[in-house]
């Protein structure tokens, strides 16, 4: 095989790849067998030995963790990332909405539409892409300053390496929350016990230890997830009026967002999708907070 047939060759089982794992980690749709794919990602591995130049850092062969590192950079968020702030009843986010409708200049009478989901039990990240590939991706830290786990980040499936779809910004970065399923987590701890070594005490502890670890391959074989809810800086896109409608154009990239994400008009209705999301709580995958 010629330098040129390889690099068509590596570009389309790339193409491919990226689609089968947006398929599988962010649609839960998958198309093709695992025997299909585990084949594809084999020939990658094969081509890019003998052709190691054709390697680059959006490829699926980056998934699986490199050498360990001594330590962790640190990363200055262009935009902050801040914490969010609580309500315990009724009467206090009644009170954050007439707040909000006072600064808008609403009156009482009109409804505000809010975006409503969970609030993840995990651990916050940034993910920054320029011209569709992912180049660097830190925690929250302080919301000033975080720390760089590009290399781990690159092991969880469910990020994208490179956007798919059209209308791909120069810059963009996503705010989401990484953790681990209770079955991953229960999955994580019989091994464990099997192998006679430490349990976690709960899954955000289990996905915030396995998103910091210095060596990525131990990363790698966490069942991490990740789901993305917000923005930081963006270029090169002009951004939909509403935060659903940037919520969307985020699942088009390829980025996996909730499926309980949904528009509740004014009060009344964010406290139906509370309670509806309460009765759901203890059947969810995954640990919520809020």
């Not at 590939?133 to 000033?144: E, F, I, M, N, P």
């Not at 963006?234 to 985020?250: I, R």
Request: hydrophobic share 30%; charged share 30%; net charge negative.
């Amino acid at each position: 095989m010629t330098f040129e047939e390889a690099s068509k060759r590596i570009r389309e089982i790339k193409d491919s790849i990226r689609k089968y794992n947006h398929e599988y980690y962010v649609l839960d749709a998958p198309t093709v067998p695992d025997s299909h794919y585990d084949k594809l990602f084999q020939e990658l591995l094969a081509l890019e030995e003998k052709f190691p130049e054709l390697k680059t850092s959006d490829s699926p062969s980056q998934r699986v963790g490199g050498e360990a590192l001594s330590s962790f950079e640190q990363v200055q968020h262009r935009i902050p990332m801040l914490s969010l702030d609580n309500v315990f009843n009724a009467e206090g986010y009644e009170a954050f909405d007439k707040r909000i409708k006072d600064r808008i200049k609403l009156s009482d009478k009109e409804n505000i539409s809010y975006c409503c989901e969970p609030k993840l039990d995990g651990l916050a990240i940034s993910l920054r892409y320029e011209k569709g590939v992912l180049v660097t991706a830190s925690t929250r830290g302080d919301g000033q300053t975080g720390e760089d786990i590009t290399q781990n980040a690159r092991t969880i499936k469910s990020i994208p390496l490179q956007l798919i779809g059209k209308s791909i910004p120069d810059v963009l970065e996503v705010r989401g929350e990484v953790l681990m399923s209770k079955k991953g987590f229960q999955k994580l701890n019989d091994t464990a016990r099997q192998n006679n070594e430490k349990t976690f005490a709960n899954p955000r502890n289990a996905a915030a230890g396995s998103l910091r670890q210095l060596d990525s391959r131990i990363t790698a074989k966490r069942p991490l997830e990740i789901f993305c809810y917000g923005l930081g800086e963006v270029m090169g896109f002009e951004l939909p009026e509403s935060h659903h409608e940037m919520m969307q154009q985020l699942s088009a990239w390829g980025f996996r967002i909730n499926p309980l994400l949904s528009i509740s008009q004014g009060v009344e209705e964010c406290e139906g999708y509370y309670q509806d999301i309460l009765k759901k709580r203890e059947s969810l995958p995954y640990e919520i907070d809020g």
